[in-house]
Nanobody, 120 residues
Framework: VQLQASGGGWVQAGGFLRLSCVAS????????MGWYRQGPGKTRELVAR???????DYVDSVKGRFTIFRDNARNTVTLQMNSLKPEDTDVYYC???????????????WGQGTQVTVSS
């Protein structure tokens, strides 16, 4: 099982970016699936996550600006980030609790980090 993240980059404040993540492997289910972020000297924090049934959860600081989408059939999750602020600058990590043939009781997986930089 692997999580492969893409997207990120550099943008000016007020701009937008989109992060995408796809899970691969012999996967039965992923619940939840989402994004975390971590900056230097900071603890990793949840940004947004989505349950397979559609329920979503956001950290207060991104509500109204970020939107998370899932495609359960394709095992993908996308984070649309609008109205970006300099304080959104961090390394973003895709995350999912995945049940697969290799992990029938499920395990937590992380994608590689992708840098998001927002300049003022």
């Amino acid at each position: 099982v692997q999580l492969q993240a893409s997207g990120g980059g550099w943008v000016q404040a007020g701009g937008f970016l989109r992060l995408s993540c796809v899970a691969s492997g012999n996967i039965f289910s992923i619940n939840p699936m989402g994004w975390y972020r971590q900056g230097p000297g900071k603890t990793r924090e949840l940004v947004a996550r989505a349950a397979s049934g559609g329920a979503t959860d956001y950290v207060d600081s991104v509500k109204g600006r970020f939107t998370i989408f899932r495609d359960n059939a394709r095992n993908t999750v996308t984070l649309q980030m609008n109205s970006l602020k300099p304080e959104d600058t961090d390394v973003y990590y895709c995350n999912g609790f995945i049940i697969s043939s290799d992990y029938p009781e499920g395990d937590e997986f992380w994608g590689q980090g992708t840098q998001v930089t927002v300049s003022s």
